[in-house]
């Protein structure tokens, strides 16, 4: 085989293990994270709707609260009418629990839209790979 043919080949390999490979793992991680969020909105909404099903957000609760390496202490919440939600860059607001729901119902929308961006993003990458690998294989004369 030519060796000018055999260096553009180890050019593609290099490139498909060192940088598409690399973007698919950073991709996948991304893809990770959304989907850790969106599950942590779902389970918000979950709560709030079992509080407006109940009378807890007028007669209030107990819970435990974590203050760090699994330490817990009791606290009571006597009004849980409302909600502070964490709307990005460390700021939260306060909203009612329905307004809670409708923020909610956004982020959630917002998060399976980037997801499926994610997807597109992850499946291109993958058929890249594939057809690198498969013109190797042709130049190569393997089949």
Do not use: W
């Amino acid at each position: 085989m030519d060796p000018d043919v055999q260096k553009k080949i180890l050019e593609f390999e290099a490139f498909v293990n060192d940088v598409l490979k690399a973007d698919l793992a950073q991709l996948s991680d991304k893809l990770d994270s959304k989907n850790a969020d969106i599950a942590e909105f779902i389970q918000l909404k979950s709560i709030i709707t079992t509080f407006q099903n109940t009378d807890i957000e007028k007669t209030g609760f107990k819970t435990q609260v974590d203050i760090g390496n699994s330490f817990f202490v009791q606290a009571q919440v006597t009004d849980a009418s409302k909600i502070l939600l964490n709307i990005g860059l460390g700021l939260y607001v306060e909203f009612t629990l329905n307004e809670a729901l409708v923020v909610i119902n956004v982020r959630i929308k917002l998060l399976e839209g980037q997801i499926a961006n994610l997807r597109r993003a992850i499946a291109r990458t993958n058929a890249h790979i594939k057809l690198i690998l498969l013109c190797i294989r042709n130049i190569k004369g393997i089949k």
